[in-house]
């Protein structure tokens, strides 16, 4: 049974989160959700996908979940891990998941152009689409941690 192209993507994308989770932090995530989900945690970071497939890349952590990640990303006792450390690992999860969407991608018809990385915070963000718009969606967990991770196109194949 073979893939439907926004499946490919969603797992590109997971896999690669999954992949960069374990390597910078040693944490074991798996994916326990595809289906969209509005809500996003407390902290969110995004990077704009331009090109042909223009969309944007979303993944939010809760705040005690990205304290863990970021003390173990940077080797630190996670009391010591501050607000600032906690931004700067999230934004740097995003960009290097898109980074390396775009190198395994670079060569297909999904093929885009990364912004700089930004942060969104706040207790209640949602985000509303119209219905024919495609979303990537994956929830990660493992070791105690959860995170969101969604691609909405505003262009697709």
């Known amino acids: 049974m073979s893939l439907s192209s926004r499946e490919m ?89 898109a980074g390396n969407a775009k190198l395994r991608l670079g060569n297909t018809a999904y093929s885009f152009n990364l912004t700089t990385p930004f942060l969104l915070k706040g207790a209640g963000v949602s985000l509303s689409t119209k219905k024919r718009i495609p979303i990537i969606a994956r929830t990660l967990e493992g070791e105690g941690l959860s995170f969101k991770l969604k691609v909405i196109f505003s262009q697709y194949p």
């Open 9 to 97: 993507l969603g797992y590109t994308f997971a896999d690669i989160a999954v992949e960069i989770v374990s390597t910078v932090a040693g944490i074991t995530l798996g994916i326990v959700a595809t289906e969209p989900d509005p809500d996003f945690y407390e902290l969110t970071a995004a990077m704009q996908l331009g090109g042909k497939n223009s969309g944007t890349l979303f993944i939010s952590a809760k705040a005690p979940d990205l304290r863990s990640f970021c003390a173990s990303m940077i080797g630190v006792p996670i009391s010591e891990v501050t607000s600032e450390e906690m931004n700067d690992a999230l934004g740097e999860l995003v960009n290097m998941v």
